[in-house]
């Protein structure tokens, strides 16, 4: 059984890290949504979580997600943002796509970074390896999406729009 992190990046000529968490941990970057699809389907995860907005605010800068994740202390760029939109379009149509085949959560990295103690060095350790920003945000991604897994997970934001729930593990 295998999960997989995606830290999506808003152009396809920049990298997206991408990690799989199953057996053995893979994370790489890739750049095009072909790309993206292709290592999904090798793997064939039980939920797929990606670090980009998945909605844009109905009203004003913010969604209820962000509202509660800046409450906590977040700092969380606003999906309206001239540079987030582009990000925001790519990942609404990903998910469009993947959602017919799969569990997709948008999550937070730096939530996960922080809540379960991480930094770069220590992941870097256990993977033996030196790994990009992009890798190590995919990383988080991919042990929230296990997190889900497990059912140790809070959602913040709305109750009934999947568009506006962001996933972050329980505080211990």
Known sequence: MSVIGIDL????KNPSGIAVLNDNTIVKEVYTDIEIMRVIEEYKPKVIAIDAPFSLPKDGMWRPSDYELRSEGYSVLSPKFPTMQMLVRRAMELVKTLRKKYKVIEVFPRATEEILALDKITVERKLDRII????????LCALTANAYLEKKVRILGSAVDINDQIVVPEKE
């Open 132 to 139: 990009t920003k992009d890798e190590y945000d995919a990383f």
């Open 9 to 12: 990046a808003g152009k396809p």
